[in-house]
């Protein structure tokens, strides 16, 4: 499967983005599907998840309120609409086949990430 991250780019503070993952090559199998993200220097960052059935959602304390995500199952294609953006929402993000595990959200695979550029 190949997961494909779109609808970066560089936008105000305060303003929204909308991120796009798309699978091919086979479904997403009922799995949970979060996004990553990464700033240059720091650690990659769990930002928000989404279970197959029920559409659980979890999200970072950093985003939350802010950040939505959402999931097509018939397209195959998982959101991010981000709201209210920070210059410290900046970053690469990823969207990946989570899982949840001691405590941490880890990568089972991820794609290629989208760069989020927010200027202040």
């Known amino acids: 499967v190949q997961l494909q991250a779109s609808g970066g780019g560089l936008v105000q503070a305060g303003g929204s ?3 796009s993952c798309a699978a091919s090559g086979r479904t997403f199998d ?3 599907v979060g996004w990553f993200r990464q700033a ?8 928000a998840a989404i279970r197959w ?5 979890y999200y970072a304390s950093s ?12 397209k195959n294609t ?3 609409q981000m709201n209210r953006l920070k210059p410290e929402d900046t970053a690469v993000y990823y969207c990946a086949k989570t899982s949840f595990g001691s405590g941490r959200w ?8 989208t760069q989020v550029t927010v200027s202040s």
Do not use: C
């Open 17 to 19: 983005l909308r991120l």
């Open 30 to 32: 009922r799995g949970t």
């Open 40 to 47: 240059p220097g720091k650690e990659r960052e769990f930002v």
């Open 53 to 57: 059935s029920p559409s659980n959602t």
């Open 63 to 74: 985003v939350k309120g802010r950040f939505t995500i959402s999931r097509d199952n018939a």
């Open 78 to 80: 998982v959101y991010l």
């Open 106 to 113: 880890t990568i089972d695979y991820r794609g290629q990430g």
